[in-house]
């Protein structure tokens, strides 16, 4: 027991010299005199210079400040926005449209999207959308910042520029399903592929937007569209010539009528492979107008009424015929308050001449009628009911009532007008 005390006083007391040599030494440096020629160089210095430079930052202050701007810069903005839907069919003969649509009774996990966006510098910016619960990317592009004369040029995987449905994400729909003719012409979620986008702003007294887009239609590149075939159906089977992109255009007008009344039209045409026969064409026409009133010179700038319609034609060369078909909506939307809006909508369908080759991706005359109420208890969430009256060629009439709530998290950009 006394060497074990002994040593632990030996170690104790090694531990307490080391601790205090440096403060012994440190006592001692500040106690010697200075040397003598160090003194005077100091004092000739400070007689020179009375008032000291100011002191550089430190590099705590550096860190500090630095960091989290630069940091910043490298963040992009992330959201995850959420729609859960409720369906009741009284009849189980109905329209069905794939997607996100509610097609069946019960519960549909409508979709779960990750949005990432963010500037690069100020030239390039970047977009990307992941669908989550269907796990596949719905846009992932670069868009030009400083272009000259208004030019703009986008690359990557993309949404159409065709129509006002189709460019929309399932968030910013204001029903609970989509129209019947964007199933019909455009796709179950979106038409999109891999391709790059050229468009520009003309010099007018109104906006008008021109762009033109090319898109790759190999089906390894997830090109997706309810009117196209992919390359693998032409003659040759792979991509041998210009002919087998697909090419889009789109004009755009903006008119700001009054302060209160404002109106946008485009027209939209898109020209590709045919998915019937090989090396036979299909031709996609489409117009549309959104008309909006919101009274913010009275000061009611919670009140809006918005109506669009929007119309399409399709030409198809099918085995040994010329189909010819149309579609379109007219909807209403009407919002009250800040947090109640109610809406109209009336879509059809059909073919106008020839025989569809598949009446189940080119069906027969298709017509629906929608009214819905949503209540937004802020900028995040939005609950929504909806009622659904429809029919298809050969069936019978149907019915539909549903549930869907929305909410999102996180930071998402701007949408458009």
Same mark, same amino acid.
């Given at each position: 027991m006394p060497r074990c005390q002994n040593f632990l006083w030996g170690t104790a007391t090694f531990f307490l010299v080391i601790a205090l040599a440096p403060a012994r030494a440190t006592a001692q440096e500040e106690t010697a005199a200075p040397d003598p020629d160090f003194a005077a160089a100091i004092s000739a210095d400070v007689t020179k210079s009375p008032t000291p430079p100011e002191s550089p930052p430190s590099i705590s202050n550096a860190i500090r400040g630095a960091v989290p701007v630069q940091t910043a810069r490298f963040i992009p903005d992330i959201s995850f926005i959420m729609d859960v839907g409720l369906g009741w069919f009284f009849?189980?003969? *109905? !329209? &069905?449209?794939?997607?996100h649509a509610v097609d069946r009774n019960g519960f549909t996990f409508q979709g779960m999207e990750m949005a990432v966006s963010g500037s690069v510098d100020p030239y390039f910016r970047y977009d990307m959308n992941f669908e989550i619960s269907h796990l596949h990317l719905e846009e992932a592009y670069i868009t030009t910042l400083s272009l000259p004369i208004n030019l703009q040029i986008r690359a990557g995987y993309m949404n159409a520029a065709f129509g006002r449905q189709n460019p929309q994400h399932l968030h910013t729909w204001n029903t609970v399903n989509p129209p019947l003719s964007h199933t019909r012409f455009?796709? =179950? =979620?979106h038409f999109s592929g891999l391709g790059a986008e050229l468009s520009f702003i003309l010099p007018l007294p109104w906006y008008l937007f021109v762009g033109a887009q090319v898109m790759d239609t190999h089906p390894e590149t #997830? +090109? &997706?569209s309810a009117s196209f075939g992919t390359v693998d159906l032409t003659g040759a089977g792979r991509l041998d010539g210009l002919e087998d992109f697909l090419y889009l255009a789109r004009i755009e007008n903006f +008119? =700001? !009528?009054t302060d209160d009344w404002s109106l946008s039209w485009g027209l939209n045409g898109a020209w590709g492979q045919s998915p019937w026969v090989p090396d036979n064409r299909v031709d996609l026409y489409g117009t549309e107008i959104y008309l909006k009133w919101r009274p913010i010179s009275s000061g009611r700038g919670a009140l809006a009424v918005a109506l669009t319609l929007e119309y399409l034609f399709r030409r198809s060369q099918a085995p040994g015929d010329l189909v010819l078909d149309h579609g379109g909506y007219a909807q209403v939307d009407v919002q009250f308050t800040k947090n109640w809006m109610i809406g109209l909508r009336g879509d059809c369908g059909g073919i106008l001449d020839g025989v569809s080759p598949d009446l189940t991706r080119l069906p027969g005359t298709q017509w629906r009628g929608s009214v819905s109420a949503t209540f937004?208890?802020?900028h995040f969430s939005k609950f929504r009911v909806q009622y659904d009256l429809g029919r298809e060629q050969g069936h019978d009439l149907y019915h539909g009532v549903f549930l869907q709530l929305e909410v999102?998290?996180? =930071? *998402?950009? #701007?949408h458009k007008f």
């Open positions: 009849y189980d003969d *109905h !329209i &069905r449209q794939g997607g455009m796709g =179950e =979620e #997830a +090109f &997706r +008119f =700001e !009528i937004l208890p802020t999102g998290v996180g =930071e *998402h950009m #701007a």
